[in-house]
């Protein structure tokens, strides 16, 4: 059974919105970091955001005042808000979990 299961990812127009969704377990939520990192095509995966268990937030400055990563810790859940969409943000959206755990990825397209 998987640990991290994330959902929400879809084909977008450029300047829609999506919002991500990664379900993860107790022991791997509570008290622990938790985000999102992105592989685009002919990339290496790389981070989008991550929130500390006290809900500090970081964010890779392309998605910067357009994507907001929040969680809710009672129900061990973690997202991302995902707003005016490009096309560079096309990818797979993974959820991690620290220190190494990782979900299948939920694709993500954004067409021009």
């Known amino acids: 059974q998987a640990q991290l299961v994330e959902s929400g990812g879809g084909l977008v127009q450029a300047g829609g919105s999506l919002r991500l969704s990664c379900q993860a377990s107790?022991?791997?939520?509570?008290?622990?970091?938790m985000g999102w990192h992105r592989r685009a095509p002919g990339k290496q995966r790389e981070l989008v955001a991550r929130?500390?268990?006290?809900?500090?937030?970081t964010y890779a400055d392309s998605v910067k005042g357009r994507f907001t990563i929040s969680r809710d810790n009672n129900k061990n859940m973690v997202y991302l808000e995902m707003n005016n969409l490009k096309p560079e943000d096309t990818g797979v959206f993974y959820c991690?979990?620290?220190?190494?755990?990782w979900g299948q990825g939920t694709q993500v397209t954004v067409s021009s």
């Open positions: 991690w979990g620290q220190y190494a755990y």
């Open positions: 107790r022991r791997i939520c509570r008290g622990n970091t």
């Open positions: 929130s500390t268990d006290g809900a500090s937030t």
